[in-house]
């Protein structure tokens, strides 16, 4: 199948319809601890930080808390509050990524790993996606506000087959604005249509929203680990990330800003 999401929105890249090849991105996935890196180094009072692996190493799988400073939690707990919020400060200064995006990257990373430990997913992963897409939210002047809406919304370009695949209107223009072609939306760049059947409520309010940061998410970690590979493998986390986005060039952008990210914790 195609990419769910657009070409990234500054470049009208063709996007690949091809799946990359695992050995085009295997040096780069393997570099630091690419997608399931300590999630950030516990070095207070919580435990050692978990061991950095070698860049030439192979990676090795993480558990759900791998670094993650967990916060006390109920069954009331929404996701975005899942990460300890000390936590949560600390890395995302370090790694220049707003507060209320990191937590939700961490709280999906969270309750997903808690579902499906075989995923293999970590938070930089997601972060290294969100960074591409949407600058975590803050590309064109957006911002999240404090329940992790974009605003204004988030608008990709029309799908029109100018540099980037044809993507006729799914919608009816009510996610997207365009009623003639569709458009990717929201924080993590999702078309209308792959919205509409994996689009999942993240924060607890009883509806999925593209352009809440915890909704978009959370939807994104299930999209990559219902592509039923391990992602805390090399040839895994290709696939994943291919899945979500076939283009060599958008799995390299991750895969460089994943390892950049997952340096910091």
């Not at 470049?11 to 695992?22: C, D, I, M, P, S």
């Not at 209320?100 to 970590?122: F, K, M």
């Not at 506000?145 to 223009?173: K, R, W, Y």
Request: with cysteine.
């Amino acid at each position: 199948m195609g990419s769910h999401a657009a070409a990234p929105r500054r470049r009208r890249t063709a996007v690949l319809l091809a799946t990359v090849g695992f050995g085009v991105l295997g040096a780069v996935a393997v570099a630091g601890s690419l997608a399931f890196a300590a999630i950030g180094a516990a070095d207070d009072a919580r435990g050692p930080a978990s061991p950095k692996a070698p860049a030439t190493a192979a990676p090795q799988p993480s558990t759900a808390d791998d670094g993650i400073d967990v916060a006390p939690e109920s069954t009331a707990t929404p996701m975005s509050a899942l990460a300890d919020t000390a936590w949560v400060s600390r890395v995302a200064s370090a790694a220049g990524i707003p507060e209320r995006a990191l937590a939700a990257y961490a709280g999906a990373t969270l309750r997903v790993t808690s579902e499906r430990p075989a995923c293999g997913l970590s938070w930089n992963t997601l972060a290294g996606i969100g960074s591409v897409e949407s600058e975590h939210g803050t590309i064109d002047g957006s911002a999240l506000d404090a329940a992790g809406v974009a605003v204004p919304p988030i608008v990709g370009i029309a799908l029109d087959g100018g540099g980037v695949d044809a993507i006729g209107d799914t919608d009816g223009g009510a996610l997207d604005g365009d009623a003639t072609w569709d458009r990717a939306v929201g924080p993590m760049q999702f078309i209308p249509s792959t919205w509409s059947t994996h689009g999942v409520d993240g924060d607890g309010d009883g509806r999925a929203d593209p352009q809440n940061i915890d909704d978009a998410v959370l939807s994104a970690a299930y999209y990559l680990c219902d592509t039923g590979v391990d992602l805390a493998t090399p040839a895994g986390w290709i696939a994943a990330v291919s899945a979500y986005n076939s283009s060599i060039e958008y799995n390299n952008r991750v895969a460089a800003v994943a390892d950049v990210y997952a340096t910091v914790g």
